[in-house]
C-alpha cells in the first residue's frame, strides 16, 4: 500500500548546507506503529547556504551574541530559503508538488540544552529551539509542512534528541545482521540496531576538528580537513587524548545528547590549556580525530560487543583518516570481524540518511504515529512529534 511521498529537509550543526530528501513510504498491510514500513530514498540533494544566512546562523549558535532580533530574521530567512529550494528542487526533478504529501523540515538547532539552561538566570528549564519558519516553508511551496519535531519529546522529560535512530532501524534494521549505525555530523550519534531500540550522541563528530582547522586555516576554501589529511599528517597526542576522554560526557549515561553548547571551541581551549604542554596544531587535529574515532568505537562496544555491521552516514564519512582511525579501534576494542564502511556500501547515500529522517518523521505525524524512541530520548512514553503547518 502506497502512504504517500515526503520530502525531509534539515540543517546540522555543522550549518554546512541544506540536505533534501524525497522519499516513497509504502506498507504491506497500511500505517502502523511498528517500524517496519518500508522507505525508498528517490532522490537527494545538499544546497550550499548563502555565505550571509550562513554566518547569521552560525552567531545565533553562539550564546553570547545571539539576539532576539537575530533569531527571528533567521528564523524567517532561513523558512525562506528552504521553501524556494523546495520549490528549484522540485521543479528540476520534474516533481509536481501536489504529489508531495507532506514536507518534514527540522530547520536549524541554535540551542540544545536538555539538562536545563543557563546558570545566570533563575528560570533554567531544559529547552531545544529549532528555526527555519514552517509558515514560510508551507506559503511558498503549497505543500503541508511539519515541524518542530523535538520539542514534544522534551516536555514529556526527554532530552528531545536523537531521533534518527528510530529510521536507522526502518532504513537497515531488517537488512543488516547486527547492524549499529553511526551518523558523524558536527555531533556524533550511534544507533544499535540489536533488537532494544537505543541510541544516543556518543560525543563530537567534526565539530571540533572543523573548528580547529579553520582556526589554523583561514584562508581554506572548504573550510574543513578534507580526506582528514591534515589530521594524518600529525601524531596523536596520548596524554591529551585521554584527557579529553575522561570528560564526564563520555562515561555519562544514555539517554544524553549533546550539541555545540558544549563541544566548541572554549572546551577545547580549555583541554588544551589545561594539558600544560606545547602541542603542534597539526598534532591536536590527529588527537581530534581519534577522540570522535575512540569515542564512537568505545560506545559501540560498550552496547553492542558482537556488532557485525557499521555502516557510516554524516560528512564524517568522507574522512578517510577518521574512518581509518575507526576501523583500526572498532578491531581493538570490539569485535574484529565487523564491517565499517560508508552507507553507500550498503547503496545507500550517506549524505540523504538524516534529512530524509525527517521526511520519515512527516509521514509518522501525518499518519497520527509516534516518532520517537522511549529508551533513546529517554521520555515518559511515545508520542506523536510535530505539529502541521496547512498548505
Ligand atoms: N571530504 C571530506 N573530508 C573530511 N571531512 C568532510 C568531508 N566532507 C564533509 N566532511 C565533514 O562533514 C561535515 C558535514 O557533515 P554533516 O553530516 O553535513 O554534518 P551536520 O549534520 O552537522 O551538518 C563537514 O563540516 C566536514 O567536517
Ligand atoms: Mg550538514
Known sequence: MRLGRFIGCMTGTSVDGLDLALIDVTHPNGADEALDENVTVVAANTLPLPKTLRDALLLCAQPDHSSVELLGACDA?????????????????????SSIRAIGSHGQTVRHRPSGGIASTEIDNPFTLQIGDPNQIAELTGIDTVADFRRRDMAAGGQGAPLAPAFHQVLFGDRLTRPCVVNIGGISNISPLDGSFSGFDSGPGNCLMDEWFSQHHQDSEVGFDLGGAWAASGRLDKPLLEQMLGDPFFSASAPKSTGREYFNQAWLNAQITSSQRQIAPQDVQATLA?????????????????????????????????????????????????????????????????????GWLAYRRVYALSGNLVAVTGAMGSRVLGAIYPA
Open 77 to 97: 530567512a532561513l523558512g525562506e530559503f528552504i521553501g524556494i529550494s523546495i520549490n528549484h528542487w522540485l521543479r528540476s526533478l520534474g516533481v509536481k508538488s
Open 290 to 358: 581519534a577522540l570522535t574515532a575512540l569515542s564512537i568505537a568505545q560506545a559501540i562496544t560498550a552496547q553492542m560487543p558482537d556488532v557485525q555491521n557499521v555502516p557510516v552516514c554524516g560528512g564524517g564519512r568522507r574522512n578517510e583518516h577518521l574512518l581509518g582511525v575507526l576501523k583500526e579501534a572498532l578491531a581493538r576494542t570490539g569485535s574484529l570481524s565487523s564491517c565499517v564502511a560508508a552507507t553507500e556500501h550498503w547503496g545507500i547515500d550517506g549524505d540523504s540518511v538524516e534529512a530524509a529522517a525527517f
